[in-house]
């Protein structure tokens, strides 16, 4: 029986076991699929306090994971397959084994929908990005396409006229989604152009593993153009990790967990940190934030059983 299990490796998770490391409550974190979540897919992380020349995302993860097992965390290999979340212990299917724990801290984050373009793996994080906050100053008097039709879509092209020399936003319809307001605003915009009822066929250049154009292709007639650009941000939404806990926790509409106070899920015992339960921010220090959460809330709930 564990004290406390932390589903996930990322910001979040590494934080909450680090907190519960400290507080004695030796965590077990189970790493998932991903180890170290979306930061495995950047490169230089600039925006993290306390790393004035930046490092690199799969460095951080690095450590933030050596600081937890510092203290004692213990990090296994893994993917939860099931869960059972109806009453205290709770049990969770790990691969071939069972384990169980009296607080369960939930931080599988979510992950960016992408295109399904094997050049767009390949050049993410070499010119391919699904967060203009972390990598738009990275492209400082350069073009770059943004792809997607909805408000992300335009709040990002927006946020990236700011740094880059200009912004096509590549959608496949002939209208937006976007809200009017969001609508308004791009098209106001001098820097952001729009190629309509099109689609991005490929990243270009994987050969020499940095972004140097893509390829659209027009979905009405067929046709394909090369668009020079040093940049690609894909826009088209983001889909929390949350299949496993449909139907035992509350979710909101568009799956994220619902938290109330601090890291409090619908179910006493179980505490949500990160992008799972994050549809606004999405970014590593405020998922860091939420872990630290996460662990003090799950540490004051094993006080109160006792």
């Known amino acids: 029986m564990r004290n406390v299990i932390i589903i996930g490796s990322g910001p979040a998770g590494l934080t909450a076991a680090l907190y519960a490391a400290r507080a004695n409550l030796a ?3 189970i790493e998932g699929l991903e180890s170290g979540g979306q930061l495995m897919l950047t490169t230089m992380v600039e925006n993290f306090p306390g790393y004035r020349d930046g490092i690199l995302g799969p460095d951080l993860m690095a450590e933030m994971r050596a600081q937890a097992e510092r203290f004692g965390a213990e990090i296994i290999s893994g993917d939860v397959t099931a869960v059972e979340l ?12 069972v384990e169980q724990a ?39 008097e350069k073009p770059i396409v943004v792809v ?7 709040e990002e092209a927006t946020f990236l006229t700011k740094f880059a020399s200009h912004v096509t936003v ?12 969001m609508q308004d605003k791009a098209f106001a915009n001098e820097k952001i152009s729009f190629e309509w009822n099109a689609e991005l066929a490929e990243v270009k250049d994987v050969d020499q593993g940095v972004v140097s154009g893509v390829v659209l292709r027009n979905l009405k007639t067929g046709e394909t153009k090369d ?16 299949t496993l806990f449909t139907g035992q926790l509350d979710l ?11 890291s409090r899920t619908s179910v006493p015992g179980v505490f949500a940190c990160g992008d799972v339960q994050d549809h606004v921010y999405r ?9 630290c959460m996460a662990a003090i809330d799950a540490e004051r709930y094993l006080e109160s059983q006792e």
Do not use: W
């Open 102 to 140: 009296k607080a369960l801290i939930i931080s599988t984050g979510a992950s960016a929908r992408l295109l399904g373009l094997t050049s767009e793996r390949t050049l993410m994080g070499h010119g391919v990005s699904t967060c203009a906050t972390c990598d738009g100053y990275f492209f400082r």
């Open 148 to 154: 997607g039709g909805g408000d992300s879509a335009l």
């Open 86 to 97: 109806g009453a205290a212990p709770f049990t969770l299917h790990v691969s071939e084994t």
């Open 170 to 181: 590549v959608h496949r319809r002939d209208q937006l989604r976007a809200s009017k307001f």
């Open 283 to 291: 970014q590593a220090i405020t998922a860091a934030g939420t872990g």
């Open 227 to 242: 668009l020079a650009v040093d940049g690609v941000f894909i826009a088209i939404g983001h889909t929390p990790n949350t």
């Open 27 to 29: 965590p077990l974190v």
């Open 252 to 262: 909101n509409p568009n799956g994220y967990i619902e938290v109330g106070t601090g």
